[in-house]
């Protein structure tokens, strides 16, 4: 089956790093999906992609995260500098946008842990 | 405001029971509403999307239904097992700028 593959899956580092996390998307989709996932939170849409083009970023912090699509086959997420508060599970996912109504499942990976010392 | 509230949240019950979780939203303007299943440690997994026409969708011991003059949704799992035990998130999806809602989720866990 194909899947949606996250690295890392976990990652500890120091207040004030960077932190990139990526995503490779399941060959020909042409939606990707970034999530935050806390237990206080639950899940938020952070930003997402449709022909590698971002679509809306609303949802993340612009000062602080930035998310881009080099290539069809990989998205990236990136934190600088990264504090405490971004301590979470990220997750990517992709689907097939048929531009019918945005009405197609989602594929998520199996995320990313990240706690910021 | 948008919002999406699900309950219980959260359910135990004896394996081979029956059980409904409920999700009651009041987003609009609507586009579809999923229902996702979460293990712990991996990512959501898609059960059901169910649009504005569409007031009833099954996909195996899952049934979703709709009705979306009250904004109301519901997953109903027939003769649960022990691998149903999971959480359970219910998405709705604005038509205006593709608008993501999200509930909290119901946490099922199924005993013997």
């Known amino acids: 089956d194909a899947r949606v593959t996250q690295t890392p899956r976990h990652k500890v580092t120091e207040m004030g790093q960077e932190v990139t996390m990526r995503c490779q998307p399941i060959?020909?989709?042409?939606?990707v999906f970034w999530y935050r996932q806390t237990m206080m939170q639950g899940l938020e849409l952070l930003a997402y992609?449709?022909?590698?083009?971002?679509?809306?970023d609303s949802g993340m912090p612009k000062d602080r995260f930035s998310a881009e699509m080099p290539d069809a086959t990989l998205a990236t997420l990136k934190i600088q500098p990264s504090e405490p508060r971004d301590s979470a599970v990220y997750f990517c996912?992709?689907?097939?946008?048929?531009?019918?109504?945005?009405?197609?499942?989602?594929?998520f990976g199996d995320g990313t842990r990240l706690s910021i010392l | 405001k948008n919002q999406v509230e699900q309950s219980p949240q959260s359910l135990i019950i004896l394996e081979g029971k029956n059980c409904t979780l409920q999700?009651?939203?009041?987003?609009?303007?609507?586009?579809?509403l999923r229902w996702y299943k979460q293990d712990t440690g991996r990512g959501p997994v898609s059960l059901t999307i169910?649009?504005?026409?569409?007031n009833t969708k099954s996909n195996g011991r899952y049934t979703a239904t709709l009705d979306a003059d009250t904004k109301q949704s519901s997953l109903h799992i027939t003769a649960s097992q022990l691998s149903d035990s999971a959480s359970y998130i219910c998405?709705?999806?604005?038509?205006?700028?593709?608008?993501?809602?999200f509930g909290t989720g119901t946490s099922l866990t199924v005993i013997p």
């Open positions: 996912a992709s689907g097939l946008d048929l531009g019918t109504g945005n009405n197609q499942p989602q594929h």
């Open positions: 060959l020909g989709h042409n939606t």
């Open positions: 992609f449709r022909n590698r083009a971002p679509l809306d």
């Open positions: 999700c009651n939203y009041t987003v609009s303007p609507f586009s579809n």
């Open positions: 169910m649009t504005f026409s569409e």
């Open positions: 998405v709705v999806i604005s038509n205006t700028g593709n608008q993501f809602y």
